[in-house]
Each structure stands twice: as C-alpha cells, then as structure tokens.
C-alpha cells in the first residue's frame, strides 16, 4: 500500500487544458450573449423557498475534481432558475442597477488578470486606471479640482470611511487611542428621515451608536427640513452633545429626492460640521447639463460618495468616495507592514489599500473604463435621459387612471404612487399585495416604501435594456392586478366561512 498519493494519480496538477479551457471560454461566450439578447423572455424571479436551492445541490464538500461540463449544468438547473434576474428589463425594483455587454466584458478581462491593487507597485496600470477614472467622474460631476476620490464597494462602506475621518478631525487620536475611557461628548450625526440606513451602520461600526444619528423631518416633497436641523443641532448643543456630521442625499432612498445642500452647508460652517453628500443613486444626474442644478453646494461639502453602479452602468460593485483633502484620510488608515512596501515608495507613488480599511483591493477601475469609453459621456446622458423619459410617461399613465394617485415629486427615474380606489382602512394591504402579486408573476418586480406611514409602490428606472413597451407592459399588469385584487376585496365575506 502507498503511503502518499502519486502525482500520477491525479489528472494534473496544474489548471485546466488550455485547450478544454478555450473551448468552454466560447461555449459560454455564446451563452452569455444568448442570455442578454432573450433575457425577456425568462420569468424575472420564480417563488423559491428558503432552503430550496440548498436541497438540489450535493451537500457534502468534493472530494474529488468535477468536469465543468458536468458544473455547468447545476448552473442552468439550480443557480440561474434561483436568482432574481436584476438585468431583465421588467425588473423595475430597488434603483437602477444594469450591467452592460462591455461591462460584461471587462469583468471577464478583470477576473483573468486577477491582481491585487493595493499597492502602486502590485499593480501599476490598475493603480494608474482608477486615477484616471476618478478625474474623469470628478469632471462629470463638477466637483473642485481639491476633490480626490478613492474607490470602495459600495455606499455603506463609503459613508464609514468618510464619517470616520470627520470623527478623527473632531477627536484627534481616536485612531491611536480609541472612544472608550476619553473624557470625550457624545457625537451627534444629521440625516434625514429619507436617509439610507448605512449612516446608522456606519454610527455603529465607528463607536458613536445608532441611537445618535439624529433623524431630521423631511418637509412636504420629503427633503430634509432645514429649519428642523437647526432646532435639533442648538438643542443638542445646549445639552452637551458635540454636532460631528451632517447626511445630505442626492437622491434618497424612496423618493429619490434632492435634500438643500446649500442651507444645509452654512448650518454646516456655523457649527464646525463635517459636510456628507449621500449621491450614491442622484449625483449621476449631474452628467446632464440640464441637471446641473443638483450640483449646488457640493463645493461647499468635505465628502460626497457616487455609485456609478447605480445610475452610470458600470456593474456592480464600484463605489466612488471623494474628499476635499484626501490626505486626512490616508493619514486616518496608512497602516501598513515591511511585507507589504518592498523599498521606501516614492513620493509620487499612489497606494489605494492606505485609504481604507481593505488591503486586499480588485481591479475595479478597469470596467468603469471601458464601459465610460464605449459610451462617452454623451451616450451615458443620452440613456439617462431616456429612463427621464420613461419615468415622466409613467407619470402621465398614472394621472390618467384616476384609481392611482401619486405619492410623491418626481426628479430622477423614480416613481412612487399609490392605489387608492378601496376603502381607506384598505388601501396599505392592497398595495402591498399589489406588489406581492407582480412581483409573484415573474412578469414585473416592483418594490413598496413607506411614506409618511402609507404603503406605496415604487418603480425605479435604469436598466439599459428597458423600453417603452417594457414599461407598458408592467404598468398594464399593475393595473390589472389592482383592479382583480379590489374587485375581490370588494365582494362581501362568505357568511359560511
């Protein structure tokens, strides 16, 4: 008997054929492009249950290699049939979050260079790459030549970054020395009641407590009510809390709207105030000419976060945070081991992994490269603006069926409206299960949002795949869901029930 396994008794030991890996490369090349080009015709999500994937796939670690011939077809049965397909284009849920044929093709590069772009010297081009694509946003965007970005994965990480920099220009040394046994105030956070739930995260993970974010009243087109700050900034003031940050959104999370940035920024310098643009799904906007309005007073803030995965069809995951003075924040992180710096880097040389807590860090600039040059900024306006287009025809459809109403302004490709032709102790269930209904169908995928306590359904524009016809489609399947559902609701109860 062997007391160890012969090399020989393994296929190989090195990778795949290059041969057999050629081979599967245009197999799923062409499923790929089958995919994108009939992706309308697959039912958007199908009613799994939970622990239903887990039960039609072998739970037992392999032991052996598997041919991929053999994996791929778990793929099509389990993994593809298990998802929500975000790309179809009557999915109409969330913010607009799209993918694109040549961001499909810069992923592929990206997963075949597989570098690690911490560092300058790790990595040159990919280092050199997300400098240009942050001044080629920064540009876009108007933002003052002392912005400087870095990139992450997402908003949520985004904001934490930004707020833990505003925490260690408000109480020096808490990087050394931490929050705890300082005779230090308790740190208040401004955002409104629209917000997104990644600023209480990042309370969280940063030590000042979710219970001092400070949500601010929204005013009648659910923007943050800047006479409501001020009241709660003195008050809190007189109570011995120290203001550290104020949470201003381009863009919030259910109506899509735009909060004052410039009043908010004069509270801001009257108090001392670390300034937070929230522009993850808004600040794209600002690409139109016609938009540039949405841009007041982002020269006045300290940071402002973009997620080009939103509104400028880049795919997921590229999250651009940019800083006036970008140095406090490599001064907060820059913790590296001798391993990582081969030789003394030279002045001039960028190294992203000391903005942040990551070390290891992927080749994202390379998809928002390519992607920003097959489009140009003018092809990027140009799609912008039709989602627009879209979401002001949805509007129309909406004022001509007096059975809807809508629930809020509409700036940006978002829409919120609601049914209200049911009696009004009714009305919140019935547009819940409106959308519980749609989103059941595969046909349509919708989301509701709470405002102002009421139940409404929201829809949200972006995909590059959706046309008119797409849009018609959901609204018509909308409508006659409600009418079915209110027709039901409508009939009295059985009395042999």
């Known amino acids: ?9 393994l296929q190989e ?108 010297r790790t990595a040159p081009a990919a280092t050199e790459l997300e400098t240009l694509v942050l001044d080629w946003l920064r540009q876009w965007l108007q933002l003052p030549n002392e912005f400087t970005g870095v990139v992450y994965d997402t908003a949520s990480i985004s904001t934490m970054h930004a707020l833990a920099t505003a925490r260690e220009q408000i109480a020096p040394n808490t990087r050394k020395l931490g929050l705890s046994g300082r ?22 993970a940063l030590g000042i407590g979710e219970d001092n974010v400070q949500r601010v009243p929204s005013d009648a087109e659910f923007r943050l009510e800047v006479a409501a700050l ?38 801001c310098r009257e108090h001392k105030m670390w300034l937070h643009i929230d522009g993850a799904y808004g600040a794209g906007l600002a690409l139109l000419p016609e938009c540039k309005s949405i841009t007041a007073g982002w020269n006045e803030a300290d940071s402002i976060v973009v997620n080009p995965h939103k509104m400028l069809f880049v795919p997921l ?33 960028i190294n992203y992994m000391d903005y942040g807590v990551q070390l290891g860090r ?30 002001n025809l949805l509007v129309d459809w909406i004022k001509a069926d007096k059975r809807f109403e809508l629930a809020a302004p509409v700036v940006m490709p978002v829409v919120c409206f609601r049914f209200v032709a049911a009696d009004k102790d009714k009305i919140d269930i019935l547009n819940s299960e409106i959308v519980e209904r749609i989103n059941a169908s595969g046909r349509g995928y919708i989301t509701q949002t709470k405002l102002r306590g009421r139940t409404v359904m929201r829809i949200g524009l972006g995909n590059i795949l959706t046309t008119e016809q797409h849009l018609r489609n959901v609204w018509q399947l909308i409508q006659r869901t409600a009418g079915e559902i209110a027709s039901r609701a409508a009939r009295p109860e059985s009395a042999s029930k």
């Open 362 to 391: 992927r080749f994202r600039a390379l998809k928002a490269w390519v992607v920003w040059r097959a489009f140009g900024r003018e092809g990027i306006a140009a799609r912008i603006r039709d989602h627009l287009r879209l979401a």
């Open 1 to 9: 008997m062997k007391d160890r396994q012969e090399p020989g008794d």
């Open 183 to 204: 005779d230090l105030p308790r740190f208040r956070i401004y955002t409104s009641d629209q917000a997104h739930s990644s600023i209480e995260k990042g309370a969280i």
């Open 230 to 267: 001020r009241a709660m900034v003195e008050r809190d003031v007189a109570e011995k809390f120290k203001p550290l940050a104020v949470v201003a959104t381009v863009g919030t999370t259910s109506t899509a709207n735009v909060d004052p940035v410039p009043e908010i920024a004069k509270i």
């Open 317 to 349: 995951d590229f999250s651009a945070l940019y800083m006036r003075d970008i140095g406090r924040l490599r001064r907060l992180f820059t913790l590296a081991p001798e391993y990582v710096h081969l030789r003394d880097p030279d002045k001039t040389e």
């Open 13 to 120: 030991l090195g990778d795949v054929p290059i041969a057999e890996f050629r081979k599967q490369l245009h197999e799923l090349a062409d499923w790929i492009a089958d995919y994108r080009e009939k992706i309308g015709e697959r039912p958007i999500s199908r009613n799994v249950q939970p622990g239903e994937i887990l039960s039609q796939l072998d739970r037992d670690a392999p032991e052996i290699g598997t041919p991929f011939e053999k994996i791929f077809p778990d793929i099509n049965r389990v993994i593809v049939p298990g998802i929500a397909h975000w790309a179809h284009p009557q999915f109409m849920s969330y913010f607009g979050c799209t993918t694109t044929n040549p961001g499909i093709l810069a992923e592929i590069i990206t997963g075949a260079l597989n570098v690690n772009a911490m560092t300058w």
